[in-house]
């Protein structure tokens, strides 16, 4: 299977699975749970046909392992980056001591005002190490890493959720808790 067409696939499901599931008439249950067969069929109703084989691959295959089906593989659900109103069923989990934010050299000086936020989505989102959150700020340009004090935000009741694709979730990050770990290039 072409990878151009993995990457559409998946920048679909994305668009609908995390933001616009009314566009295809489909609803997202608690969790963000869509049964797959539903899921294929909207999609077909849409003029973007999906193969299962090609769904597959997708949620076996994304770099970032975006999608996850249920242990019955009858339903699908993005693992996390949803702007919809969505009970994701999520459980708290205890972090590692620092996580990583990656960010653009534009955003940096907000950040160091306001701290992370997490803007249209449901939460900010953090990278277990320091290479994913190079490779995220890279998509805003030169990258710049904010290192998370974890361990401090814990002692102060910030609650923190890991994904099932292992980004961490938590709903505000404020600028006493972040560190500069990859500086802008000024």
Known sequence: MK???????????????????????????????????????????????????????????????????????????????????????????IPPDALYHGTGQKTVKSILQEGLRKMSRHHVHLSPDLATAKKVGARHGSPVVFTINTLAMQRDNYTFYCSDNGVWLVDYVPPEYLELDIKPNC
């Open 3 to 93: 990878d151009n067409r993995l990457v559409k696939i998946s920048k679909y499901l994305s668009y609908h699975l995390r933001h616009h599931p009314d566009k295809i008439g489909i609803s997202l249950a608690p969790g963000g749970w869509v049964d797959v067969d539903e899921l294929l069929d909207a999609s077909r109703r849409d003029s973007f046909y999906i193969s299962r084989t090609e769904l597959n691959e997708v949620v076996a295959h994304n770099d970032k392992q975006r999608f996850s089906f249920d242990e019955t593989d009858t339903k699908i659900r993005a693992n996390q980056g949803h702007s919809v109103e969505i009970d994701l069923q999520l459980s708290a989990a």
